[in-house]
Nanobody, 114 residues
Framework: VQLQASGGGLVQAGGSLKLSCAAS????????IAWHRQRPGQEREWVAR???????SYADSVKGRATISRNYAKMTVYLEMSGLRPEDTAVYYC?????????WGQGTQVTVSS
């Protein structure tokens, strides 16, 4: 499985972004999906996840501002974020895992200016 994240960029505080993560390879293994982020000088942290049945969960820091979704036909996972804050500045990574294996995308930089 290969994951390719995109959609990051520079956005003003209060703005919105939609990150994409395109999957290729053994896409039948794409079951659980998640977005993580690594803020400057901090450990990588979980942001959102979607289970195979479609249930979603979010970190408290983004709850109400983020939506994780997937397009099965395009084999793409999305993370939409609104009301962006400077503290959302980070490299965002998509991740998938299944049966003891996990795969990470290369990360996409999101910078929120105040």
């Amino acid at each position: 499985v290969q994951l390719q994240a995109s959609g990051g960029g520079l956005v003003q505080a209060g703005g919105s972004l939609k990150l994409s993560c395109a999957a290729s390879g053994s896409t039948s293994s794409i079951k659980y999906i998640a977005w993580h982020r690594q803020r400057p000088g901090q450990e990588r942290e979980w942001v959102a996840r979607m289970d195979p049945g479609g249930s979603t969960s979010y970190a408290d820091s983004v709850k109400g501002r983020a939506t994780i979704s997937r397009n099965y036909a395009k084999m793409t996972v999305y993370l939409e974020m609104s009301g962006l804050r400077p503290e959302d500045t980070a490299v965002y990574y998509c991740k998938s895992w299944y049966r003891g294996s996990d795969w990470w995308g290369q990360g996409t930089q999101v910078t929120v200016s105040s």
